[in-house]
């Protein structure tokens, strides 16, 4: 039973909390201040993005939010209702997990493992 219980804490931080890669995509984003790094810092200040992505992914959130506003870059035509609908769902997967890592049940198992 014990090892039932690290391999569900393991399994979802390695899969889902992962510091050196891009929350999105699995992009290796390394242990240095990169690009992409410095552009998530600029992101978090401007719209407070809680996940750590990629330049790639990073330039897609800011567009996302943008369509969302009623904004974006137009000239990404291939951005289109499906792509939205994909990224509402990244988004509403995340907020899934953060909420699972939340319930009292996830942090029991926690508690137990110290």
């Not at 699995?26 to 990629?54: M, W």
């Not at 959130?61 to 509402?88: F, P, Q, S, T, V």
Request: hydrophobic share 30%.
């Amino acid at each position: 039973m014990l090892r039932r219980k690290v391999l569900a804490v393991q399994k979802l931080f390695q899969c889902s909390q992962c510091a050196i890669k891009c929350e999105k995509c699995g992009t290796q984003i390394g242990a240095h201040t990169s690009d992409a790094e410095i552009n998530r810092e600029k992101i978090d200040t401007k719209l407070r993005v809680p996940y750590r992505f990629c330049e790639s992914c990073s330039e897609e959130y800011i567009d996302y939010i943008e369509r969302l506003k009623g904004n974006g870059d137009k000239d990404c035509y291939w951005r289109n209702d499906h792509w939205l609908e994909a990224w509402r769902k990244w988004t509403d997967y995340r907020s899934t997990i953060d909420s699972y890592t939340k319930s009292k049940e996830f942090l029991q198992l926690l508690h137990e493992l110290k």
